[in-house]
């Protein structure tokens, strides 16, 4: 079983950035893939971006790459979202995810879920 935390979000200007941390417990989470998703009001959970436990399998969506930056420390059992050049349909709530597979990208395929944090971009 894993726990995942998320915090990090705020109200942010257009082109600002924010870094999303979530932290997971139990001894076994350096194993997992994790992954960020997001859900805007109305719209369905999308992916974002993933990182396998070694940092070797590295993926992101369309709508994020160049922007957006994904990183891991299993020491301290944390997953990293640095957020640049926010825009304004980047407003979600932001989710934490984890599961076995790196080349998961649908969120049926995660077992294991944060409750998310909220990122609003306005000016």
């Known amino acids: 079983q894993v726990q995942l935390v998320e915090s990090g979000g705020a109200v942010q200007k257009p082109g600002g950035s924010l870094r999303l941390s979530c932290v997971g417990s139990?001894?076994?989470?350096?194993?997992?893939?994790m992954a960020w998703f997001r859900q805007a009001p109305g719209k369905a959970r999308e992916y974002v971006a993933s990182?396998?436990?070694?940092?070797?399998?590295?993926a992101y969506a369309d709508s994020v790459k160049g922007r957006f930056t994904i990183s891991r420390d299993n020491a301290e059992n944390t997953v990293s979202l640095q957020m640049n050049n926010l825009k304004p349909e980047d407003t979600a709530i932001y989710l934490c995810?984890?599961?076995?597979?790196?080349?998961?990208?649908?969120?049926?395929?995660?077992?294991?879920w944060g409750r998310g944090t909220q990122v609003t971009i306005s000016s």
């Open positions: 995810a984890a599961t076995w597979d790196h080349r998961a990208r649908k969120q049926d395929e995660y077992m294991y």
């Open positions: 139990g001894h076994i989470f350096s194993s997992y893939t």
């Open positions: 990182i396998d436990w070694r940092s070797n399998n590295i």
